[in-house]
């Protein structure tokens, strides 16, 4: 049986097509508005896989414009009732539902406080598009399964687009065009391999830095979802430190590595874990001792990044089957979490 994530997850680089083509002129215009407001920071608001969409942008965003990026807790609004100054900001607000309460009370309070407030969302008429000053419809279509996986991609492309419409990046707006068609390659690439070292364990970690450690997240958030196992998300350069005390013979880690600045000391990391004995698998043909992944390289390190999630995504989705498990139906979740 075809289940509903591994349909959408085939469906994401026709939904990255869509969001390219039919909301190019709004992410222009909201990229330029993005540009000639020249914020002095950006804060994000989401929660879940957009979360890990919103870290996405925030490493995106440091390195192509260099702004500081920061999340600010809904909470601090639908909770405690405090409102921040933000005069001189952009705000992003990311939910594919665009109903949660508390995400959209803090785009709103965002605007309130000084911040220019894009929405990018998989519903053009809900509460957060209505509320923020521009408004990103990602155009993933329905999406049925609870895990989240072309809404998540599509959010991450539109943060993508937004800045490089802000900064006038012409080989990221190239790359852009492209990755279509990359990501199209991705659904292909099989990361079955990992599964022999995960089927014995319940816990283990996901590896990345700057761009790839939200993807890291995204990844450890779908084992945890669909295949219910312990993972955790690390930073390769904090793995090192406290966290190394739970690696033993065969303990599982995924690396996940871009062609970017990073990619030596990822490949080095999964090195050094192989050597301690752990099982450990990277998107890097540098390292020499742990086993490697197909990956796709898209010519753009931003890019390249987020590629690396769709072969990810094809895994996680067939490996909950090989569990016994229905990744459509995850225990204790649904579709949508509307929190206060």
Known sequence: ??????????????????????????????????????PHFVVTVARGSSDHAATFMKYAIEL???????????????????????????CLAISQSGRSPDIVAMAEGARAGGALTVAVTNMADSPLA?????AIDIMAGPERSVAATKTFVNSAIA???LMAHATEDAALLTALQALPDDLARAVRCDW??????????????V???GPTLAI?????????????????????????????ALVEPG??????????????SLAETADELTVKGAAVSVTSVLARKAAHLPHVATGHPLTDALALIVPFYGFVEAFARRRGLDPDRPRNLRKVTETR
């Open 1 to 38: 049986m075809t289940t509903h994530m591994r349909r959408e997850i085939d469906e994401i680089p026709e939904a990255a097509a869509r969001l390219l083509d039919r909301s190019d002129s709004t992410l222009r215009d909201a990229g330029r508005a993005i540009g000639a407001r020249d």
């Open 192 to 205: 079955m391999g990992l599964a022999d070292a995960l089927d014995d364990d319940g816990s283990l970690f």
């Open 159 to 161: 943060g993508l687009a």
């Open 64 to 90: 192509t414009a260099g702004l500081a990026v920061a999340s600010v807790g809904p909470s601090v609004t639908s909770v405690y009732g405090r409102k921040l100054r933000l005069a001189g900001s952009a």
């Open 130 to 134: 209505a509320v923020c000053e521009h």
């Open 207 to 209: 590896l990345g830095r």
């Open 251 to 264: 303990f599982p880690v995924l690396v996940l590595a871009a062609r970017d600045m990073a990619e030596a």
């Open 216 to 244: 890291a997240g995204e990844a450890a958030l779908k084992f945890k979802e669909t295949c219910f196992m312990h993972a955790e998300a690390y930073s390769a350069a904090e793995v090192m430190h406290g966290p190394l």
